[in-house]
T-cell receptor
Framework: KQEVTQIPAALSVPEGENLVLNCSFT??????LQWFRQDPGKGLTSLLL???SQREQTSGRLNASLDKSSGRSTLYIAASQPGDSATYLC?????????????WGAGTKLIIKP | NAGVTQTPKFQVLKTGQSMTLQCAQD?????MSWYRQDPGMGLRLIHY???????DQGEVPNGYNVSRSTTEDFPLRLLSAAPSQTSVYFC?????????????FGPGTRLLVL
């Protein structure tokens, strides 16, 4: 059974710091991995999608890496800003049974202190 | 494009009442899904649809019904509300481009069952 874990559950850092959020998964036979951002009281916004054949994806100050063999992904945020405060979720897309499924981590709540 | 819209934003029900959560998308996506999000847990898939007239169960379907009469609409019905269904419900639509799904989420419906 695929399980997705995000540690820590919450993280608070001063503005300007570079930081890394972690995501681990138990079954390496994934199709892709996605990182999402969730703001309080709002839906989820897709940030980055990494295909299983890729090692990393970049968008602005965000860089996501994928190591399938170790079952890990990281989301690197450079020069953090208060506007980056949100909950970040990762989800893996994999074949579970007869259908592809999207399995979610519980998220890391990030607070950037001005 | 309005994207994915959900109504209502908030709802309070008494145990045993029924209601329908509405979801609509204007992106002509074939794939739509309903998730629930509970504290400390990842999103869990309730039901999904791969096109008009086709629905299937997700991870936690009990107590919920769906229908997909049009590409645009995917309502979720609670048949007899229970306190365990207190949660935040998200509707998503997605497209598949060979590299996996790209999902778009609605703003969510916060449901309290007393």
């Amino acid at each position: 059974k695929q399980e997705v874990t995000q540690i820590p559950a919450a993280l608070s850092v001063p503005e300007g710091e570079n930081l890394v959020l972690n995501c681990s998964f138990t079954d390496s036979a994934i199709y892709n991995l996605q990182w999402f951002r969730q703001d309080p009281g709002k839906g989820l916004t897709s940030l980055l999608l990494i295909q299983s054949s890729q090692r990393e994806q970049t968008s602005g100050r965000l860089n996501a890496s994928l190591d399938k063999s170790s079952g890990r992904s990281t989301l690197y945020i450079a020069a953090s800003q208060p506007g980056d405060s949100a909950t970040y979720l990762c989800a893996v897309y994999f074949m579970g049974g007869s259908n592809y499924q999207l399995i979610w981590g519980a998220g890391t709540k990030l607070i950037i202190k001005p | 494009n309005a994207g994915v819209t959900q109504t209502p934003k908030f709802q309070v029900l008494k145990t045993g009442q029924s209601m329908t959560l509405q979801c609509a998308q204007d992106m002509n996506h074939e794939y739509m899904s309903w998730y629930r999000q509970d504290p400390g847990m990842g999103l869990r898939l309730i039901h999904y649809s791969v096109g008009a007239g086709i629905t299937d169960q997700g991870e936690v379907p009990n107590g919920y019904n769906v229908s997909r009469s049009t590409t645009e609409d995917f309502p979720l019905r609670l048949l007899s509300a229970a306190p365990s269904q207190t949660s935040v419900y998200f509707c998503a639509s997605s497209y598949y481009d060979g590299g996996g799904e790209t999902q778009y989420f609605g703003p969510g419906t916060r449901l309290l069952v007393l």
